[in-house]
């Protein structure tokens, strides 16, 4: 049973719009999350995270709101361009002080020109 | 820093064939993962190691793989026999528990090893 779920595999973007992809969690005990940015043929690269005691994060173009009444997360990227397209995987930190990192199946964010 | 190494890039075999992949870890980094992404699942944990000790392997999937962490800089993941459903990208990826951005120790992942076996 998937305990982080990304629902929607894909979305496309005009530039200069901004991007939102979502995030849903089940377990309550997570502390962090994470985003990371995937591009073909690399590994995974750290975007943002946010801890589970606040509910906004912001870096430049990228913020991170959570909702923990509503188990939901989401990434709002102002103004999207077109090198932010690549795919994006929500993380959720277990707890303690180095669990592992579980991860959603990715959203592939195409940004048009 | 080189960041994390990950050997082979590509690898393609023939099932019932022993597949080793190879990791380097960042200098200095006391935690290293192995992660398998597929299309169905996604980005799985596999195994991970702190200061070469295997902490966790509940995800390994079954026998046929093993992990090993010899020293600081070199871990492997073994499959033997390989099976066709074995075919996904192995990630590697280590950390630094004193290192951390918002209070989240952060992942640094390899480029990955493709794995194909036919």
């Known amino acids: 049973d998937q305990q982080v779920k990304q629902n929607s595999p894909s979305l496309s973007v005009q530039e200069g719009r901004i991007s939102i992809l979502n995030c849903d969690y089940t377990?309550?005990?997570?502390?962090?999350f994470l985003w990371y940015k995937k591009y073909p043929a690399e590994g995974p690269t750290f975007l943002i995270s946010?801890?589970?005691?606040?509910d906004k994060n912001e870096d430049g173009r990228f913020t991170v709101f959570l909702n923990k009444s509503a188990k939901h997360l989401s990434l709002h990227i102002v103004p999207s361009q077109p090198g932010d397209s690549a795919v994006y995987f929500c993380?959720?930190?277990?707890?303690?002080?180095?669990?592992?990192?579980?991860f959603g199946k990715g959203t592939k964010l195409s940004v048009k020109p | 820093d080189a960041g994390v190494i990950q050997s082979p890039r590509h690898e393609v075999t023939e099932m019932g064939q022993e597949v080793t992949l190879r990791c380097k870890p960042i200098?200095?980094?006391?935690?290293l993962f192995w992660y398998r992404q597929t299309m169905m699942r996604g980005l799985e944990l596999l195994i991970y190691?702190?200061?070469?000790?295997?902490?966790?392997d509940s995800g390994m999937p079954e026998d046929r793989f093993s992990a090993k962490m010899p020293n600081a800089s070199f871990s492997t993941l073994k499959i033997q026999p390989s099976e066709p459903r074995d075919s996904a990208v192995y990630f590697c990826?280590?950390?630094?528990?004193?290192?951390?951005?918002?209070?989240?120790?952060?992942?640094?992942f390899g480029a990955g090893s493709r794995l194909t076996v036919l």
């Open positions: 200098s200095g980094h006391d935690y």
């Open positions: 377990n309550s005990m997570f502390d962090y």
């Open positions: 190691f702190n200061n070469n000790v295997p902490i966790d």
């Open positions: 990826a280590s950390s630094f528990r004193g290192q951390t951005f918002s209070g989240a120790n952060v992942l640094t």
């Open positions: 946010i801890s589970s005691i606040k």
């Open positions: 993380a959720a930190r277990g707890g303690g002080s180095q669990g592992n990192l579980i």
